[in-house]
C-alpha cells in the first residue's frame, strides 16, 4: 500500500532512481489515487499508481503528445518490480489497468492539461483537474454509492457547476445506454447536492 503523497512520491522517487542508473528514461502520465494524493485533493492509501500514458520525450519540460502504456517496456517493469521488493509494495503497484480508457478515448486536451515533475529518470506527469473530475465521475457512475472511493474523491475535488457540466458531457459520450444515462444522472443529482454544502 502507497500511504498518502510521501508514500506514492517515496515509491516514484525510487523507481526513478533505479532508471537512472541505468540510464534509462520514461515518461508516464499518472491518474486515480495517486494523481489525487500528488496533487493534494486527497491523502489516503492507494493500492497502486495508474499510468494513463506515456508522455512523448522532447527537449522542454512538458511534452504534450501522448500514446497507450501498454504493455509497459520490459526493462521499466523490471524496476517497478524491483521497488516492490525493497518497500514491500505489490509487484504491479504500477499497472496500466486504466490504459483501457484509450479504446474509448481520453477527453479532449488531455495531454496539455498535464504537469510534470521529475524522479532521477522518471517524469511523472499529472493527469489536470479537469480530467481528474471526469475519470472520476465516469468511475462513480461504474461504482455507485455514497461509500464508493471514487464519489469520495470526486466531492473532494468540490468541482464547480461548470466543472460538472463539462464531466458530464464527457461521461455521457462514454456510454449511450439509457441504462447509463439514467445512472448518471442519479450521481450527477448526488454530487450537486452534496458538493453544494462544501462551498
Known sequence: MLTGESGVTTALRALGEILEAQGLHYAIIVVGGSAMNLHGFVSRTTRDVDVMAFGEPSDGPAPEATRPPDP????LRRAVRLVASRLSLDEDWLNTVTALQWEQGLPEGFGK??????????????????????????AAADDIGPRSVHYQDLLAMNPSPEELSL????????DPSRAFAETLERVMASVRTDSSGNR
Open 167 to 174: 464531466a458530464e458531457s464527457w461521461v455521457g459520450r462514454q
Open 113 to 138: 492539461r498535464v504537469t510534470w515533475s521529475e524522479y532521477g529518470g522518471l517524469r511523472v506527469g499529472l493527469a489536470g483537474r479537469e480530467d481528474l473530475i471526469s475519470l472520476k465521475l465516469y
Open 72 to 75: 509497459l517496456p520490459e526493462p
